[in-house]
């Protein structure tokens, strides 16, 4: 099945409103920019009620310091926002627990009996670790609600012809607005669309070649997709929101253009939509729901304690 890219949401869109399909009212940029608003507006918020793990990504481990206490939440983090924060110590994992911030004088090191690091607080954008790390032995590993990227034209982009261990060929020459050295994504061709690698140093691009300095994700495939960092070609939604995303657009557009009457259609056709489209992601795994464990209790060793 052909991907839907970002000319399908603008065609789709302009079909909708009733619109030519060149020129009209609005240019595809500015389409596009109403959707990348009705992604974060009205699209995340569907998508992350739905807690089914859409969107999760894991941050490459961070290096935990002696006496260094804070670490940067990722920058792509939707809504800067964590779904888990583990602790690594060699061959052993932990998911620290979030403790609250009032309560950072009781994990002083000489308070408790508490391993260091063994929780955290979110202060700003950096998680804060309690107590303060006295060993360099650790690393932590966040989880985290990837951003959706912004989305451009299919033209902005490139796709994949094949690949080798540090290049990629493309199956026509890259975008004339790319430089010889760029930071690129790749985006899976398949629903939902996810990254298949983000912020890759992308050296010698030129023609069809993209030479990625620390070789190419071994998941990348022909018919996915090459953009610059923080852009992609595909909207990165389950299929099933599709329609969610172009009602969306299309009542953004036509509010923008002061169609007040079909924006309140759209707005009426976008509510009901949205409300039929819990059933088709959520629950993923239909046979059972998940199981609540209680991951401190004393039966199960009781978290950190020494």
Known sequence: MAAWTTDDLVAEVKLRCGWPSAGGFMTDAEILTIADSEMSGTVAPLIRRAREEFWVVTAPDIAVSSGTPSYR???????????????????????APELP???????????????????????????????????????LRLKYYRRP?????????????????????????????????????IIDSLSPYDSLGDDLAGTSIATTNVTISAGVPSTVKAGDYVSLE?????????????????????RGCLDAAGDNEDAAKAEA?????????????????????PVVVNRYSALRGGGRWR
Do not use: C
Not at 105 to 133: C, M, N, Q, V
Not at 230 to 250: F, H, Y
């Open 73 to 95: 939440v990722p920058s792509r983090a939707l809504g800067s926002a964590l779904r888990d924060v583990l602790i690594v110590d060699g061959d052993k994992l932990y998911s």
């Open 149 to 185: 990227s912004k989305l451009v034209g299919l033209s902005s982009a490139a796709t994949v012809s094949t690949t080798g261990a540090t290049t990629i060929t493309t199956t026509a020459t890259v975008p004339s607005a790319w430089g010889t050295s760029e930071s690129v994504d």
């Open 269 to 289: 056709q976008l509510n009901r939509q949205s409300a039929r489209i819990g059933g088709l992601i959520e629950p993923r795994v239909t046979g059972e729901r």
């Open 101 to 139: 911030p009032e309560e950072e004088w009781r994990y002083k090191d000489s308070a408790g009996p508490w391993h260091s690091p063994f929780g955290y607080f979110l202060e700003g954008s950096y998680i804060r670790l309690l107590p303060t790390p006295t060993s360099s032995s650790y690393s």
């Open 230 to 250: 923080g852009t992609t070609p595909v909207p990165q939604i389950p299929d099933a929101v599709r329609p969610v995303l172009v009602l969306a657009t299309m």
